[in-house]
């Protein structure tokens, strides 16, 4: 006999017998469970990891956009009370004007900020103006109520820009959430059919096959009746 056929003979023996094939036969449901679970994990954990990394840039964009408002309102009352001391001490308009300019030059650049993230295609342009205005030595209304004008929208534009960002924000997050709860629903699922499969094919598997029991000997008075 052949060396190979030798081992194929043991192969067939010792390994692809009867008992490896019903083995095989029994795991079969786990292989496949094992196998869909981490295909659909990984389907699913890409598309977590896209809303992730977009939760992560609007909550980035969220606290950049909240801390300058709050640092340009912050500055805008200090300038305010700063002018009602001012206007009770009735000091120069000269200084009032200094006052002014020194807070907005203080302003400008949370202002250039929330401008940035409001409008990142073409903020630059947009603060032109703006710049133009504050960095000039003014000592008139007119141009106290333009650069007022341009502040107050841009912080109304903020303020909607911040209401937007939340609003995706909360979409994206619940997201996360129901695909999340969905993964951990399928993979429960399969668990489930996985453990109900394997123990109907045990049972089928070591069931197969069995001899049955021989029917019971008939006993010897019953069948011949009563003595004489």
């Known amino acids: 006999m052949r060396f190979s056929e030798r081992i194929a ?9 009867r008992t490896t094939l019903s083995a095989l036969l029994i795991v079969s449901p786990a292989i496949v469970s094992s196998i869909a679970t981490f295909a659909l994990s ?21 606290a ?9 309102e912050t500055l805008q009352l200090g300038r305010g ?5 001012l206007n009770g001490s009735q000091a120069d308009m000269q200084h009032k004007y200094l006052l ?32 133009a205005l504050v960095d000039q030595d003014y000592s008139d209304a007119g141009t106290v109520q333009t650069i007022q004008a341009i502040e107050s929208a841009m912080v109304i534009g903020a303020g909607a820009r911040l209401t937007a960002l939340q609003l995706r924000h909360n979409i994206v997050t619940g997201r996360i959430g129901k695909i999340e709860s969905l993964k951990a629903q399928i993979t429960a699922v399969l668990a489930s ?3 109900a499969l394997t123990i109907v094919i045990f049972f089928v ?24």
């Open 9 to 17: 003979g043991h192969a067939r023996h010792y390994v692809w017998n």
């Open 42 to 62: 990984n389907s699913l954990d890409r598309r977590i990891a896209r809303f992730t990394d977009e939760r992560d840039t609007l909550t980035r964009d969220l």
């Open 64 to 72: 950049g956009l909240d801390g300058q408002v709050k640092t340009f």
């Open 81 to 85: 009370a700063l002018l009602l001391v």
């Open 100 to 131: 002014d300019r020194l807070f907005r030059q203080n302003a400008k650049q949370a202002v250039r900020r929330m401008a940035a993230i409001v409008h990142p295609q073409d903020w630059q342009s947009r603060m032109a103006s703006y710049d």
């Open 193 to 195: 059919l996985t453990s």
């Open 205 to 228: 598997t070591t069931n197969r096959g069995k001899p049955e029991p021989p029917p019971a000997a008939a006993t010897p008075g019953k069948a011949n009746g009563p003595p004489p």
